[in-house]
């Protein structure tokens, strides 16, 4: 059972929302105004927050990032935008994951569980400090630091550098990354890894063809290696 915000402005959605997540277990809280979801969920803490675009009182993209200035709590956006540019700008500006409408109850429930699941993997099952080079990552702290410099990355990002730094001089497939960080297998999604990998580059100093650490294997996958 979760405590689930849900920002919606639509009252035939969130009245579909709201049965569809009690009927699943969790405790619902449905607003209808961004201001109002940001005094709840620095009040009340939720565990996880589906937050819709287009609110009344501000645009769901802005009201995504003054969450993100408050907590650190799970984000999944439900949007009628589809176009690429505008998933990416969501995934930036801190979102974990993204559903598109219409969409069916078992679809955000399981993007729901998916999400909740990685966000509750226990700290103690990962080591305190992983170094490859001259980049040190704090699994339980959630923090990097890149040659004595902290870092800034979103939540999604700091999991795939994890997972890659947990596995120096392993190709991993871009596929396997959607299972294990996502929890997903949806083909024709694995240019959200892409696009993930290009955000970590770019933070790391390096390019696809100048790489330090992130390598891609064209056909395979992206390895990490310590920079010689």
């Given at each position: 059972?979760?405590?689930?915000l849900?920002?919606e ?6 009245a ?19 201001g109002?979801a940001?005094?709840i969920?620095?009040?009340?803490q939720?565990?996880?927050v589906i ?5 009344p009182?501000?645009?769901?993209a802005?009201?995504?990032r003054?969450?993100?200035q408050?907590s650190?709590?799970p ?13 990416i700008?969501?995934?930036?500006a801190?979102?974990d994951d ?14 729901i569980s998916?999400?909740?699941?990685r966000?509750?993997?226990?700290p103690e ?5 992983i170094s ?13 630091v ?7 990355l979103?939540?999604r ?6 997972y ?8 991993v497939?871009?596929r ?6 996502w ?10 890894i892409d ?13 696809a ?11 395979v996958g992206?390895?990490?290696?310590a920079p010689k």
């Amino acid at each position: 059972m979760a405590l689930i915000l849900l920002v919606e402005d639509d009252r035939y959605i969130t009245a579909a929302l709201v049965r569809a997540l009690r009927d699943a277990g969790h405790v619902v809280r449905p607003v209808a105004q961004a201001g109002a979801a940001l005094k709840i969920l620095t009040e009340d803490q939720p565990d996880l927050v589906i937050l819709d675009l287009g609110l009344p009182d501000i645009d769901g993209a802005d009201a995504l990032r003054m969450m993100r200035q408050v907590s650190s709590v799970p984000v999944i956006i439900a949007t009628a935008r589809r176009s690429e540019q505008n998933i990416i700008t969501l995934l930036e500006a801190g979102a974990d994951d993204y559903v598109t409408k219409p969409f069916s109850a078992g679809h955000i429930l399981a993007r729901i569980s998916a999400v909740l699941r990685r966000a509750r993997t226990a700290p103690e099952s990962t080591p305190n400090v992983i170094s490859v080079g001259g980049l040190e990552i704090s699994p339980r702290q959630r923090q990097v630091v890149l040659d004595g410099n902290p870092l800034q990355l979103t939540r999604r990002e700091f999991d795939v550098l994890t997972y890659l730094a947990e596995r120096v001089g392993v190709v991993v497939s871009r596929r396997e990354l959607l299972a294990e960080v996502w929890d997903q297998a949806r083909v024709g999604e694995e240019q959200t890894i892409d696009v993930h990998i290009s955000w970590l580059r770019r933070k790391l100093g390096e390019t696809a063809a100048a790489p330090r650490y992130l390598h891609t294997v064209r056909g395979v996958g992206v390895m990490m290696q310590a920079p010689k």
